[in-house]
T-cell receptor, first 112, second 113 residues
Framework: KQEVTQIPAALSVPEGENLVLNCSFT??????LQWFRQDPGKGLTSLLL???SQREQTSGRLNASLDKSSGRSTLYIAASQPGDSATYLC???????????WGAGTKLIIKP | DAGVTQSPTHLIKTRGQQVTLRCSPK?????VSWYQQALGQGPQFIFQ???????QRGNFPDRFSGHQFPNYSSELNVNALLLGDSALYLC????????????FGPGTRLTVT
């Protein structure tokens, strides 16, 4: 059974710092992995999607990497801003399976 | 272009009652998925509807049922509510051919007392 873990559960850093959020999964036979952002009252927004054949994806100040063999993904946020404060979740989709399997998220607070 | 909308925003029910949550998908989307998110946890997949039929189901009891209408909107019904059903219920829509591009609604916060 696939399990997705995100550490730390919460993180507070000063504005301007670069930071890394971690996601690990127990079964490496994934189809793809997605990083989402969740803001209170606004649902979930997809940030980056990495297919199983890819090593990384970039969007603006965000960079997500994937190492299937070790069951790990990282989300790198450069030059953090207060507007980056949110909960970040990673989720995997398994082969021949439609549903997403989610981690519990990392709550990020960027202090001005 | 309206995104995914859900109603109501908040709901308070008593244990044993029944509840219906509603979701309108993003324009052009034909598939609706429902998730339950308990406080401090990631979402858990409940089920997915396509062409008015349940296409896949997660590990939820039969108290959870759904429906999809010809206009692709969907309802989630929960019978015999338990305190543990208190959660944020999220709806996501997509095209059946592009499953990984799911758009999420803001959710319905259900509190069972």
């Amino acid at each position: 059974k696939q399990e997705v873990t995100q550490i730390p559960a919460a993180l507070s850093v000063p504005e301007g710092e670069n930071l890394v959020l971690n996601c690990s999964f127990t079964d490496s036979a994934i189809y793809n992995l997605q990083w989402f952002r969740q803001d209170p009252g606004k649902g979930l927004t997809s940030l980056l999607l990495i297919q199983s054949s890819q090593r990384e994806q970039t969007s603006g100040r965000l960079n997500a990497s994937l190492d299937k063999s070790s069951g790990r993904s990282t989300l790198y946020i450069a030059a953090s801003q207060p507007g980056d404060s949110a909960t970040y979740l990673c989720a995997v989709r398994m082969d021949s399976n439609y549903q997403l399997i989610w981690g519990a998220g990392t709550k990020l607070i960027i202090k001005p | 272009d309206a995104g995914v909308t859900q109603s109501p925003t908040h709901l308070i029910k008593t244990r044993g009652q029944q509840v219906t949550l509603r979701c309108s998908p993003k324009s052009g989307h034909d598939t609706v998925s429902w998730y339950q998110q308990a406080l401090g946890q990631g979402p858990q997949f409940i089920f997915q509807y396509y062409e008015e039929e349940e296409r896949q189901r997660g590990n939820f009891p039969d108290r959870f049922s759904g429906h999809q209408f010809p206009n692709y909107s969907s309802e989630l019904n929960v019978n015999a509510l338990l305190l543990g059903d208190s959660a944020l219920y999220l709806c996501a829509s997509s095209l059946v051919s592009v499953q990984y591009e799911q758009y999420f609604g803001p959710g319905t916060r259900l509190t069972v007392t």
